[in-house]
């Protein structure tokens, strides 16, 4: 009887699921912040080291790293949460790198469950995702502004 229930409500949880408007694929956050007194290259590596500490494993994280053109690109995963369940969500995180300033993109944002396997989130799910994104960016920026440089006495 529990198995049947089971799989009398999968459909209905597909269908509930397939009824949010989803976000456009092509969807994305973009922010640049103003980086007084730091070169690229000092971004750059503060970024990297912010990543370090940010991320459980930056390594797992980050999927090009290119500081030549002043570009990290990685996969980020956040969760929100939605009339009390709990969505996980993942995204493209592109962070551009110039003398004095830097831009961080959020972009390909999907949600994944065992049902529906991977997809675009609605709309509902990605207003709620915004101020989270704008945390981790506003993280990164107060990192890189209060940073000390390695040659601080400690």
Known sequence: MRKLLIF???PLLLACCAS????????????????????KNQIYDSTLAWM????????????L???ENGKIIGNGSTTISYYGVAYPITFTMI????????RI???????????????QIAQEHYELLKPKLND??????????????SSDNW
């Open 8 to 10: 009398a409500m999968v």
């Open 20 to 39: 949010y408007p989803r976000i456009s694929p092509s969807e994305q956050i973009q922010k640049v912040y103003q980086v007084p007194n730091l070169t």
């Open 52 to 63: 370090a500490q940010s991320f459980r494993s930056s390594k797992k994280v980050i999927e």
């Open 65 to 67: 790293s290119d500081k």
């Open 95 to 102: 962070i551009e790198m110039k003398d004095n300033r830097m």
């Open 105 to 119: 993109t959020y972009q390909n944002f999907e949600s994944t469950n065992m049902f529906a396997g991977s997809f």
């Open 136 to 149: 981790i960016g506003d993280s990164l920026h107060s990192y890189l502004v209060n940073r000390k440089s």
